[in-house]
């Protein structure tokens, strides 16, 4: 079976490439980070020690990456003139611009390139549940679909090139909001002498509901796989949060959409970043606002 290279072991991709080899394919991965090699050693990937060596002779290669700048990296350093004939498949969120520029690049050394970033989290990449949300011509979304479906509940094809990113960074933006709204609204009902548990029971079958609630609550206790529960560890960390909405507000800017609650929300999660907290998942931003309140 041709060889799948994954690189980016981290919080998502430690389970997405678990879940290909579950599947019964031949991944080889790579990680900077020691401590990420090692777990996704044990969960059968076969890592290596540099990406070239993932990368050889790989009919696939998939990228789960922090930015725009480390998948430029990864390709330009890696791929580009040492792989012919792969598809390049970068599940990272990295933007509509960045996205299409790496499609041309790709195309330009006779390498085809889909943006497919996706929504779950790192529950959702280690269940095999994720939304893929994907860019591209027809043809290279189908020759993924299958590698795809082994790592997602959904694949759906967005659009042209970097229409997955585009429907990412929507997605995040909402989200983003609704953390927030989420937050205020457990912290009020905690102060209005709600017990959280019995709050959350009724706000998830009522018309706040949200993901945000009911499947990343940011109190602990209602969620037990929440990030809340851990001390804000793992998940989605609040500077990718940032990234994700800068990139958001840079495509509203050039396109002259209005979006002054998502800038509101950038600017809190800046705030939480700027003291430090960056590296917590973005559902810590209810400490920032306890602590303002
Ligand atoms: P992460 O920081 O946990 O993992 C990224 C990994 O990439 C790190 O382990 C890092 O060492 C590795 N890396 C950096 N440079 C590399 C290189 N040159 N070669 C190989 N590996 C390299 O981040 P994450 O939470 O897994 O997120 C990855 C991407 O997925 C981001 O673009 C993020 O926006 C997106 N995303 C994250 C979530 C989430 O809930 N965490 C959900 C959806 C999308």
């Keep these: 079976m041709t060889a799948v290279a994954f690189l980016g072991l981290g919080n998502m991709g430690e389970g997405m490439a678990a879940n290909l080899v579950r599947a019964g394919l031949c991944v080889r991965g790579f990680d900077p980070v020691p401590a990420a090699r090692a777990a996704s050693n044990a969960l059968g990937v076969e ?3 540099d990406p070239a ?3 050889e002779g790989a009919g696939m290669v998939l990228t789960m990456l922090p930015s725009a700048a480390s998948v430029r990296d990864v390709y330009e350093t890696s791929i580009f003139g040492k792989l012919r004939g792969a598809l390049l498949i970068d599940c990272s969120t990295i933007g509509v611009t960045a996205a299409r520029a790496l499609a041309a690049a790709a195309e330009s050394q006779n390498l085809t390139m889909i943006d497919a970033p996706v929504s779950g989290g790192a529950a959702g990449a280690r269940d095999g549940t994720l939304t893929f949300m994907v860019g591209g011509e027809a043809a290279a979304v189908e020759r993924a679909r299958p590698v795809l479906e082994k ?5 759906i094809h967005a659009g ?3 229409a997955g990113q585009a429907a990412k960074l929507c997605n995040n933006l909402m989200l983003a909001i609704d953390m927030v709204g989420v937050s205020e609204a457990c912290i009020l009902a905690q102060r209005l002498g709600l017990d959280t548990q019995v709050f959350f029971d009724i706000a998830a079958r009522s ?5 945000a609630l009911t499947s990343y609550c940011p109190v602990p206790g209602p969620v037990p796989a929440a990030p809340s529960n851990r001390d804000f560890a793992g998940g989605f960390s609040t500077d990718l949060m940032l990234k994700d ?3 958001a507000l840079e495509e509203a800017d050039r396109l002259a959409a209005a979006t002054p ?8 999660y800046a705030a939480l970043a700027a003291r430090g ?3 917590k998942d973005f559902s810590a931003i209810i400490e920032f606002l306890q602590q303002r309140s």
């Design 47 to 49: 890592v290596t020690r």
């Design 53 to 55: 060596s993932a990368i």
């Design 151 to 155: 790592m997602g509940k959904a694949v």
């Design 160 to 162: 042209a090139s970097g």
């Design 207 to 211: 018309s706040g509901q949200s993901w």
């Design 245 to 247: 909405l800068r990139l």
């Design 261 to 268: 609650l998502s800038a509101a929300a950038a600017a809190l």
């Design 277 to 279: 907290d960056g590296g």
